[in-house]
């Protein structure tokens, strides 16, 4: 037997001893009867219960313990009332609607073995957690752009160490300085922010904390010691302390810029860059580190928002659409020949781990807690072997050495939880209950991994989940909270953008799964006012950070998509209408394609999004686009570090509206110095 089942065999032991005899114990009460300790020396049971209190604490195992106050020895507690899950008042619906957010994410999502087992315990003792798919899991469509294999396998292995609290070494690429570096880092917490992944830890080699970008690892992970733990987590520790800032804001503050924002545009901003700065009388107020990357918003807006102040800020702009209006005047560059693969640089070690897997300890507190629950108050229970496997993510050919394993909790004494055997003939499994079985009978406490999975899964697609649920994601997210108890889901605070996309995409569901048209009051970007627009609801998609709906409009009569955080309303309107046969709701259905040339100050960052490395440093890429509005917020952001090199229409295009944008921003050209005269 290995060491990892001989610990799971101790300290699922270790929790059925301490639930079962409802009294302070000693440690010597614990290596004379749990399963594991007893043939220990006492140096060895020292260091070993030592290890497994610890990994059960941070499994969420809520092991006490005080000192007698006549002997002095340590006295050890696990009340059953604080081990298992509390009563959870979720109704069918909002039950319904978190288990189908696993459809919905599934093959794009993580942690969606954690959150798998989660909703296990969520469901321990309703049928049917096998739901269908529900019209609102079906309509929505979830991409990851930043989602790979080799991330899900970072992200496990960082998991594993933080949970271990074990030190990690790793080579790290940063953009800026297009140079890859050893790291080692104590890993404290991973993060999720606008759709980017990181994990935040104190540097060793800087003495700081610091937080690196998962994607940007270029090699294994490796634990940089042998020892079972490293370090602790600083008690101060806050993970939201660590949002990445705004691209404007990551640094020292220097100062605070101005920036008008006149009507429609206003509500716009107020809506969406809340935690970067307050509107007040139509004006944007943002303290901000660089200038660069405010400017590039500036300019993303495309002349609805006007630089005020500093006066720096406005030659930034100025300057960037001098440098846009040359760049797209005259003949397209002609860009250098492309690197060959060889001289790239390379990509990270593919690594051999999975996915975020829930831990073990965890799967066999749910599996034991679900053949108790079959057997409800007879002696015995006959289970689907496959269908068991299925349901707990196993493989079937391991399902007897998983229950083999349980068969060997004990309570001490020789008193066991439950038995459990697979007839291979008949492909069913046979559970017998043990005498003291029923301790085990209600479903756990979820471990905070699983607590975690459920809050990024409403971090991805909360609205669907209060859709589905016909109720308030906030009263859901209380529910949740209530019930966890001593494990914060930190979820993120409700925002009115967070509210808004909720009650949007509720009437946009009902919209599409009634057949009734809705009308839209959308701010187009590049529009100073809003526009109104009737149209059918086919999908709805989430690609982090944006929802997106996908719709036949009836004001122009084609195929639109529109973003959420540019819809001002939604109203469901009486009148029905029939699915256009055929239709394909996809946004970008006969795209346009532009070739784009990035220059050298930009193309590392390109070189993330799919572009290819030119041998002068500059990168190529060619991009789909809908609307020529889009290419053209897109091109303008980067302050003329990107050229479109086709088409020549979109040069003549971008070439015009920078010489306009500069007149409407009121940046008149500086004038040139003049020699004196002598």
Known sequence: MSHDTDKLIRQLSLVAFLMAERRPLTARDVKGNVEGYSEMSDEAFARRF??????????????????????????????????????????????????????????????????????????????????????????????????????????????????????????????????????????YALRLDEGVWYVIGHDLDRDATRTFRVARIRSDIRFATRR??????????????????????????????????????????????????????????????????????????????????????????????????????????????????????????????????????????????????????????????????????????????????LNLVNFGGGCYTVYAEVNEETNRVRVDKELYGDVFRKAPKLTPLEARAIRLAIEYIGPTIAADAHTPLERVRRKLEETFGQFELALAPSTKAGNDEEALVRTLSDGADKRRLVELEYQKEGDEEPSTRLVEPYTIERELPFWRVHTWDRTVDGPRTYRLDRMRSARLTTERFEAREGFDPNYLADPHVARLWHGPPIARWKLERGARALTDRSALADVTFKTEEWLLSEVLADRGETVVVEPTSMRRAVAARAQALGTELGLSPRRKRTAGRA
């Not at 315990?121 to 049928?127: D, K, Q, S, T």
């Open 50 to 187: 030592y290890s497994d209190r610890a990994e059960l604490t941070a499994l969420g195992v809520p092991l006490n313990s005080q000192r007698d106050e006549f002997t002095g020895e340590e006295l050890y507690t696990l009340r059953s009332e604080h081990y298992f899950l509390d009563q959870l008042e979720l109704d069918e619906d909002e039950l319904a609607a978190l288990q189908t957010a696993l459809y919905t994410l599934e093959g794009k999502f993580a942690y969606a073995e954690p959150l798998r087992l989660a909703l296990q315990n969520l469901a321990l003792g309703r049928p049917g957690f096998r739901h269908a798919p529900t019209a609102t899991a079906e309509r929505v469509r979830v991409t990851a752009p930043d989602y790979s294999p080799e991330l899900a396998a970072r992200l496990s292995k960082l998991e594993t160490a933080i949970s271990k609290q074990r030190t990690i070494q790793f080579r790290y690429w940063s953009p800026g300085r297009d140079r890859e570096t050893e790291r080692r880092l104590n890993p």
């Open 228 to 405: 079972e733990r490293d370090y602790r987590l600083p008690p101060d520790f806050d993970v939201e302390a660590h949002r990445v800032a705004r691209p404007w804001q990551i640094g020292p503050n220097v100062g605070t810029a101005r920036i008008d924002v006149q009507g429609d545009t206003a509500w716009w901003v107020h809506r969406t860059l809340a935690d970067a700065g307050t509107v007040v009388d139509g004006v944007f107020e943002t303290p901000y580190a660089t200038l660069g990357p405010l400017a590039s918003w500036i300019l993303r807006q495309n002349g609805r928002a006007v630089p005020l102040e500093p006066t720096e800020l406005r030659d930034e702009v100025r300057d960037a659409l001098v440098l846009l209006r040359e760049r797209h005047t005259g003949p397209a560059p002609e860009p250098a020949r492309e690197r060959r693969v060889s001289e790239t640089r390379p990509s990270a070690e593919r690594q051999p781990a999975g996915p975020v897997a829930p831990e073990r300890f965890g799967v066999l507190q749910a599996l034991l807690a679900h053949l108790l629950a079959a057997c409800g108050d007879e002696k015995t229970a006959d289970l689907d072997a496959d269908e068991l496997a299925e349901r707990f993510s196993l493989p079937r050919e391991e399902l007897q050495a998983t229950l083999s394993l």
